[in-house]
């Protein structure tokens, strides 16, 4: 088992960084900032966004990124994904333990599970806050399962050390979600005292820490920064949300596939015996489906809801799911269901290598980027295509030969997301040339940046993440508010606003360029005395600076 995590949590740190993009989108780029503000700064209780806290995060995986970010200079995609990288690798080996606690084909089966969930590949391979909720998860599990099944009470005094450190990186939720877990546990067995300790454990240790974030939120930032974190973390999330409270129980049909279906069969298929505890392994699906009914029931409640929050489900939905490839004596919808997944699993490396190869010939002309990315993901996938398809007939009468087609399937679920998706993803939101075109003219002619009607916290997080220059910019709503700033201001706006401003306005202002911030269209302009070396005019510069940044951003 040792050997089996080892290499589980290698595997994990390579496949969670390998191929990551050259710049910062999406959610991110937020938090890509946070770490540069603190290389700027330094290390503060709270992220800040132009000097200021932040209130919605404690400092924890701000904190974790810029350790990693001192030993590179500068933050990058490797050193700001790779905390969450090694979180996530940490997942799969606990996830592999309580399994393997069974059989070593469940841990596999449940590893292999996850790795093919989207919801958790994209988190791992990205700057994700709630990886660190997940893994407090499944280790408060693995300590409690452990304890209960082998013994040794003494290791459940690293529950309330875990509880306070994903608190130090989530905030209450952190701390909230592994503790109704772990009470949920107790409550299968029916050890209701033992539940009741951990539930007011849980709100000494809760109430604690949080007197502690918020004499940190004074210390950083006043009353009005207490204020703010307790709106941000705890009342605003109860009210501030336009999601129904079903939300989680469909949204988890796509967002964790395959594991969440195949649970829901082999849950509802032994539901009987598993409410009489008929076997350890239904003791377990019990477990299991706690795990994940207590986590969906509670992140119902608030009002705030984002598909993310519901990571720390996915190792439940996958030791769940698993079972189906556990008991081969298995009859009726179950085995016919094993059947159908093992084959799917034999045709996806095919019908992957076929996609990627689709995509590299016919891409260009829905004008989706093929690079070095595409044209390793096809190779690979064309490989591991004719690997599968020769080896098909001996994996049929291999005792494992399920695994090896699930693990063949889910390697080229991974390459296609990562040599195919991810890079069309990039591309379609790249800022970095809208930056660079800024910085080139700013480089020529200095000026002040200021955004209109734009942020703060908005697009111009995803500007300043790949602008990357110690500066503080200025936001304006009102296009009264343009006049009154510096002649040698660049202003930043996106397309719409620039072209709803007055007549008398537009016409003192000269447009430099326009490009993309995320997938917004922006533009960038300045007053007609001040602008480019080479003033243009209103309707040329379009022209202009449409046909000079289309290629640009083709190459790129």
């Not at 780029?29 to 209130?55: D, H, I, K, N, V």
């Not at 990058?76 to 606690?101: D, E, H, K, N, R």
């Not at 045709?347 to 004008?367: H, N, T």
């Not at 679920?413 to 998706?421: E, H, K, S, T, V």
């Amino acid at each position: 088992m040792q050997r089996d995590s080892a290499l589980i949590f290698l595997s994990g740190i390579v496949l969670f960084t390998a191929g990551l993009g050259s710049e910062f989108v999406s959610m991110q780029a937020r938090f890509a900032f946070f770490a540069q503000e603190m290389l700027r700064y330094g290390p503060s209780f709270f992220p800040t966004t132009y000097g200021l806290p932040y209130p919605d995060y404690p400092a924890g995986s701000t904190l974790a990124v810029y350790l990693v970010s001192l030993l590179f200079g500068r933050v990058i995609p490797f050193a700001a994904v790779l905390p969450t990288a090694a979180v996530s690798a940490l997942i799969l080996v606990v996830t592999y333990q309580i399994g393997a606690m069974h059989s070593r084909k469940w841990g596999l089966g449940a590893v292999l599970l996850e790795l093919s969930t989207y919801l958790f590949l994209s988190e791992s391979r990205s700057i994700s806050l709630d990886q660190y909720v997940s893994l407090a998860t499944v280790l408060s599990f693995y300590l409690v399962y452990s304890s209960g099944l082998c013994g040794g009470k003494k290791r459940l005094w690293f529950i309330p050390l875990i509880l306070t450190a994903a608190f130090f990186f989530r905030g209450p939720i952190g701390m909230i979600i592994p503790a109704a877990v772990v009470c949920g546990y107790y409550l299968w067995r029916r050890e209701f005292r033992n539940s009741l300790l951990m539930a007011g454990g849980t709100l000494f240790l809760l109430a604690a820490c949080g007197t502690a974030l918020l004499g940190a939120a004074y210390l950083q930032g006043g009353e009005d920064l207490v204020k703010r974190v307790i709106d941000a973390q705890a009342a605003g999330r109860m009210v501030d949300g336009r999601e129904s409270h079903l939300f989680y129980w469909y949204r988890c049909l796509s967002s964790c596939a395959v594991s969440c279906p195949l649970a829901i069969l082999v849950v509802g298929a032994r539901f009987r015996r598993i409410l009489k505890r008929e076997t350890p392994d239904d003791t377990f699906l019990g477990y299991m489906a706690c795990w994940v009914l207590i986590v969906l029931i509670g992140m119902s409640v608030p009002a705030a809801k984002k598909a993310r929050y519901i990571l720390p489900i996915v190792p439940a939905l996958a030791l769940a799911a698993s079972w189906v490839f556990i008991d081969l004596s298995l009859k009726g919808v179950l085995a016919e269901t094993r059947k159908a997944v093992v084959r799917i699993c034999s045709f996806i490396p095919l019908s992957a290598g076929l996609a990627a190869v689709a995509f590299l010939v016919f891409g260009p002309l829905f004008r989706l980027h093929a690079g070095i990315h595409s044209v390793v993901a096809a190779g690979l996938l064309t490989g591991l295509a004719v690997i599968v398809w020769a080896a098909r007939r001996r994996l049929k009468n291999y005792q494992n030969g399920d695994m090896t087609l699930m693990a063949a399937a889910v390697a080229a679920f991974i390459i296609i997301d990562a040599g195919i998706f991810e890079p069309v993803e990039i591309d379609r939101q790249r800022t970095m040339p809208f930056a660079e075109k800024l910085l080139s003219l700013q480089q020529g002619r200095p000026g002040e940046v200021v955004f209109y009607r734009i942020g703060p916290d908005g697009e111009d997080i995803k500007f300043m993440v790949n602008y990357n220059r110690p500066i503080t910019p200025v936001f304006v709503k009102s296009p009264e508010e343009l006049l009154g700033r510096q002649k040698d201001s660049y202003f930043i706006a996106r397309k719409q606003d620039f072209e709803q401003l007055p007549e008398a306005i537009k016409k003192q202002m000269n447009l430099c360029f326009q490009g993309r911030i995320g997938h917004k269209d922006c533009v960038v302009f300045t007053f007609q005395d001040f602008g480019p070396n080479k003033p243009i005019g209103m309707r040329t510069g379009v022209r202009e600076a449409g046909a000079a940044s289309a290629p640009q951003e083709s190459k790129r």
